[in-house]
């Protein structure tokens, strides 16, 4: 099993910054990535960024310039640094592990951006 825990999430101002935390445990074995998805109300679930074990990235274009993701393997955490939070990026935002063709999903933290 794999256990995925997040943290950071709340409200912000637009214009604000966030930064997102995610713990990977248990039978974590070798990873492939892991990255960050987020659901708005009434939307489907989008990629927001993600990082393989080799460190290459992607991100939405949404959100290209504004939010960085890093990983320290050696911690199995993943984090994802939030900047010119916008209202449109508020979500439940999930922690994402992908290895031998599994996704593993975290509970989810909300992040608001709001006046």
């Known amino acids: 099993q794999v256990q995925l825990v997040e943290s950071g999430g709340g409200l912000v101002q637009p214009g604000g910054s966030l930064r997102l935390s995610c713990a990977a445990s248990?039978?974590?074995?070798?990873?492939?990535?892991m990255g960050w998805y987020r659901q708005a109300p009434g939307k489907q679930r989008e990629l927001v960024a993600r990082?393989?074990?080799?460190?290459?990235?992607n991100y939405a274009d949404s959100v290209k310039g504004r939010f960085t993701i890093s990983r320290d393997n050696a911690k199995n955490t993943v984090n994802l640094q939030m900047n010119s939070l916008k209202p449109e990026d508020t979500a439940v935002y999930y922690c994402?592990?992908?290895?031998?063709?599994?996704?593993?999903w975290g509970q989810g933290t909300q992040v608001t951006v709001s006046s």
């Open positions: 994402n592990l992908y290895k031998l063709g599994k996704n593993y």
């Open positions: 248990g039978s974590i074995g070798s990873i492939n990535a």
């Open positions: 990082i393989t074990n080799g460190g290459t990235t």
